[in-house]
């Protein structure tokens, strides 16, 4: 069963304006919801050194960042401060470091079939200006790439979610040892996935 697709696991930050806009129930309550299971949690106030390592876990996430960003004004017909990608990325891993040790995060762990993808879809896109209505990001907060920059700050969209499995793997084990995960059934477990709905009836 080790790889079965109901054993997938994702990697969630609620970030200092998550908490400060006293959105985590919200927050959580959406993922729970899906019908995900949440096999870790806990509190705390990040260091940069632990921001940064987070981010450069993935090589090439500083260039992509950049890219996205420049991509998103280029779409709004706007300049981008700079045309080289990995200026803009770097730009943003000190704007995120400084964001996100601004004030206590709740990091957590989900686990259910096609976690990773489940939560972006819920969580929405990077920019609350542009994310999908009924999304997270698009439902309860109002940043954008311009207003960011204006005031040379990260964009505050409330979330980090890992972006692929294999930025989960990498993200959990940075943030949570071993014993801080828990492996137990969730009652709800046996209508989302069990092949034979056996035993429902009296
Ligand atoms: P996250 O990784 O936080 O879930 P994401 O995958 O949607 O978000 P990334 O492209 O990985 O977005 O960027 C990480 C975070 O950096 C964003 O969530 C946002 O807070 C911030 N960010 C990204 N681009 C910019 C930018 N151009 N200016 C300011 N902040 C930015
Ligand atoms: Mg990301």
């Given amino acids: 069963m080790a790889n079965h697709p109901k054993t997938e696991r994702t990697f969630v930050l609620i970030k200092p304006d998550g908490l400060q806009r006293t959105l985590v129930g919200e927050i959580m309550r959406r993922y729970e919801r899906l019908g995900l299971k949440l096999v870790g949690i806990k509190m705390l106030v990040p260091t940069a050194e632990h ?19 420049i991509e998103s004004y280029i779409k709004k017909g706007k300049k981008p401060p700079s045309d080289n990608p990995l200026v803009v990325g770097e730009q943003v891993i000190e704007r995120l ?24 879809k819920v969580t929405g896109g990077t920019e609350p200006l542009s994310s999908d209505v009924g999304t997270i990001r698009g439902d309860f907060v109002l940043d954008s790439y311009q207003m960011a920059d204006t005031d040379d700050r990260a964009i505050r969209n409330l979330i980090h979610a890992s972006g692929s499995v294999e930025e989960a793997n990498a993200e959990i084990p940075h943030w949570f040892k071993k014993e801080e995960l828990v492996n137990y059934r969730l009652v709800q477990e046996q209508i989302l996935y069990d092949v034979n709905l056996d035993g429902l009836l009296e």
Avoid: D, M, N
């Fill in 51 to 69: 921001i940064e390592k987070h981010y450069t876990l993935h090589p090439g996430w500083k260039k992509a960042v950049g890219e996205k960003s």
């Fill in 97 to 120: 470091k400084k964001y996100l040790t601004s004030g206590p995060v709740i990091a957590s762990v989900w686990q259910g079939a096609h976690a990773v993808g489940i939560v972006r």
